[in-house]
């Protein structure tokens, strides 16, 4: 059973900021696409951000320049950084990895738990 471990989640005022964590086995980390997506109460699941194996990124176009997505090798750790906060980026947060190098929901093999980011106005 593969465990991602997100953590970092929280509540915080607009323009405020958080960094999530997501833990997860070194055969993982080292190999696999990871990915944030997130979901808010009555939506779809969606893509946030990814990272590939190479250090490739990419950023939903609504978050970028305040959302960014890096990893730390040392700690199997895949971070992602929250910047500039609106109250529309509330939503639970899901850590995902992925064998290949898609980022799409369906092509996960691997999610966390999630972890909850709320933000008041």
């Known amino acids: 059973q593969v465990q991602l471990v997100e953590s970092g989640g929280g509540l915080v005022q607009a323009g405020g900021s958080l960094r999530l964590s997501c833990v997860a086995p070194?055969?993982?980390?080292?190999?696999?696409?990871m990915a944030w997506f997130r979901q808010a109460p009555g939506k779809e699941r969606e893509f946030v951000a990814g990272?590939?194996?190479?250090?490739?990124?990419s950023h939903k176009d609504s978050v970028k320049g305040r959302f960014t997505i890096s990893k730390d090798g040392a700690k199997n750790t895949v971070y992602l950084q929250l910047d500039s906060l609106k109250p529309e980026d509330s939503a639970v947060y899901y850590c995902?990895?992925?064998?290949?190098?898609?980022?799409?929901?369906?092509?996960?093999?691997?999610w966390g738990q999630g972890t909850q980011v709320t933000v008041s106005s």
């Open positions: 995902a990895a992925n064998a290949g190098f898609s980022f799409a929901a369906s092509a996960m093999n691997y």
């Open positions: 070194s055969r993982i980390f080292t190999i696999y696409t």
């Open positions: 990272i590939r194996r190479n250090g490739d990124t």
